[in-house]
């Protein structure tokens, strides 16, 4: 099994995701889990600065989050505008439409979550869920790592 976990993760993951577009097509059709990752965030806290929502766009950068910002904005789900003590940064908040989508999705998710979780006991929920941290904190090192030896190795020559 360990030979395989790799590809268990992302197996795993590209399936969630053809679900989650499946579930919440009935709302909004082409609606993104990295859009849902920043409904999230700024349910939890009202107004962000654009690059505080980057994590999740790793690999598409800002460019990635940026996409997904004017979109959003465009369906009126967000609002953006300029900080008032630093121009130079961009606040997002939700809208009210915004709060309406992240509050139908979280009912599609209430409703679907008892199938999904079927015979998986708390138990093994949680494992799952530091056995996903613990290797999402290795990836993160190795990415590291790999970044400051790609930097001396450019130095050096």
């Given at each position: 099994m360990e030979s395989n976990l790799g590809f268990q993760v992302y197996n795993l993951a590209r399936i969630y995701k053809s679900y989650f577009l499946s579930v919440t097509h009935s709302v909004q059709p082409r609606f993104f889990p990295e859009q849902w990752i920043i409904l999230n965030q700024l349910k939890a806290q009202p107004v962000i600065a654009q690059t505080e929502l980057l994590s999740p766009f790793s690999e598409g950068g800002m460019a990635g989050l940026t996409r997904s910002?004017?979109?959003?904005?465009?369906?009126?789900?967000?609002?953006?505008a300029p900080d008032r003590k630093d121009r130079r940064k961009v606040n997002v908040a939700l809208t009210a439409r915004g709060k309406s989508i992240h509050q139908q999705i979280m009912e599609i998710g209430r409703e679907v979550r008892p199938n999904l979780n079927a015979g998986i006991s708390d138990e093994m929920k949680?494992?799952?869920?530091?056995g996903m941290n613990q290797l999402e904190a290795n990836l993160m090192s190795e990415i590291s790592r790999m970044r400051n030896r790609s930097r001396t190795h450019a130095r050096v020559r």
């Open positions: 910002l004017s979109t959003m904005q465009r369906r009126g789900w967000i609002r953006r949680l494992l799952l869920v530091e």
